[in-house]
């Protein structure tokens, strides 16, 4: 007796369907990529909030909110918020203007337009009593499947204070090298730059930052890189005397590769 193992025709074999490929959905707006999974989360609560929602028309709506807690002084939000006739989506109505002011005056506001059937635009300011702090543009493509947005900020535009900061981008037929350089404030300035080579299709995302303190005549210099590199050099000044030590230490994660130094800069 033995087992007989049989094999049917070609023909007798079940076919699968074949996959119905469905164009792929525009993922939204970008600030909402990751709101479904934020709303998960519960938000933190401390004290005591009373909050009383008033919906005037349509259009318009008011809330009143009284916070209370025993970290600092009660506090009072007013925020109003208007909504146009254009409406595209559940959430997404044109234009829209929303604004919080507290107790202090302080203002937190922002206006939606829709420019074209594709093209969205955003502003936001915020203000610390009577003084501008920031405000902020952006710009939004919706194409089919994807979505491309611009954003472009300046803290104290109106009163014109100074922004430290250069961009630049050079394209060619071996690849691309962006950066961008912002002075903070005279202790700290940061760096960001972007390689791409098409000849060795290669790809490297690197982020600096120099710190400066005056009063110990130290300044620290940091990068982190995309290759998994970190590094900081550290100098300290010795006055009177004309010199500089300056110790570096630079560890590459992927290819478990440490080094270090130690010099010395008379002049």
């Not at 009593?129 to 104290?156: C, H, I, M, S, V």
């Not at 791409?196 to 290669?202: K, M, S, V, Y």
Request: include cysteine; proline fraction near 6%.
């Amino acid at each position: 007796m033995g087992n007989t193992l049989g094999l049917a025709p070609m023909g007798a074999l079940p076919r699968r369907s074949p996959r119905r490929e469905e164009p792929l959905p525009n993922p939204g707006s970008f600030d909402e990529l990751h709101r479904l999974c934020k709303d998960v989360f519960p938000a933190q609560m401390e004290g005591v909030k009373l909050v009383v929602n008033k919906v005037l028309s349509s259009h318009f709506q008011v809330a009143h909110t009284i916070h209370m807690s025993a970290l600092g002084l009660p506090g009072y939000h007013l925020h109003a918020a208007y909504a146009g006739d254009w409406q595209l989506s559940p959430t997404e109505v044109f234009p829209t203007v929303v604004g919080d002011m507290d107790s202090s005056g302080s203002l937190n506001a922002q206006v939606l337009l829709l420019l074209a059937e594709r093209l969205r635009a955003k502003a936001v300011f915020q203000t610390q009593q009577a003084k501008f702090l920031t405000w902020q543009f952006d710009g939004e493509y919706r194409g089919d499947d994807y979505t491309a947005t611009l954003t472009l900020g300046n803290p104290d535009l109106i009163g014109e204070s100074a922004v430290h900061w250069v961009a630049t981008l050079n394209v060619g037929s071996g690849g691309a090298h962006a950066s961008y350089y912002h002075k903070a404030n005279e202790q700290v300035q940061v760096g960001v730059e972007f390689e791409a080579n098409t000849r060795l299709q290669d790809t490297t995302f690197s982020f600096g930052y120099h710190l400066t303190l005056p009063q110990a005549n130290m300044v620290f210099r940091g990068l982190v890189d995309s290759n998994w590199c970190v590094g900081a050099v550290l100098e300290k000044k010795m006055p009177p005397l004309p010199v500089t030590l300056a110790l570096g230490a630079f560890l590459n994660h992927w290819r478990n590769r440490f080094h270090c130094g130690f010099s010395i800069t008379v002049g």
